[in-house]
């Protein structure tokens, strides 16, 4: 991954004091989960709810993806391997989201943090922890059924097969270090996400609730 290493940024941009008093206030909750979990439709069911904001972090690679620039085509390159895009992109497209709605009394980030560096750099880059991080606990067998059928309906690059063997297998290898760094703060919440659609996203409401 070496030209897109070496060309796309590695350190988030850091936000002034002024950015950083925006988003002390709003609800920020981390969503987290292998591809094919689910936390992509509960996350937009919550925003519709709650009035949040979703901001889906695939989704805004896919879109960036898309873009027939040189950090598109990069990008795309990256998703297709199923490996990780750098983290001082990622952390640049979250937070430019979240300051773009100043409004917003919550935000549901979903997919995100993928590893343990990006939760560090949101703290330092931000000024502060999510208020709750949800995972959205999935056997690989499920997630792999689903995300085959999601990549046939949606035509996704990133949901064939091979991709989707080694983002699952990159995700258990990344995701224990995340999990324990906010188990350490208190801030876990584990959804059950093998059950129907309706009970998942009962327990999700029952997590958001507790910080009303």
Known sequence: MGLCESTLPQMGRALRPREKDVLKSPLIIFVVGGPGCGKGTQCRNMAIKYGFCHVGLGQLLRKEARRSTQRGRQIRDIMQQGLLVPTGLILNMVSDNLLSHPESRGFLIDGFPR??????????????????????????????????????????????????????????????????????????????????????????????????
């Open 115 to 212: 590893e343990l560096e990006q939760a560090k750099e949101f703290e330092r880059i931000v000024g502060r922890a999510p208020n709750i991080v949800m995972v959205f606990d999935c056997s690989m067998e499920t997630m792999v059924r689903r995300s085959l059928q999601r990549g046939r309906v949606e035509h996704r690059e990133d949901d064939s097969e091979s991709a989707i063997h080694k983002r699952l297998e990159m995700y258990y290898t990344l995701c224990e270090p995340v999990l324990t760094f906010y188990q350490q703060k208190n801030l876990l919440r584990n959804i059950l996400a093998e059950e129907a659609p309706e009970s998942i996203f009962t327990k999700c409401c029952s997590v958001i609730e507790s910080l009303q």
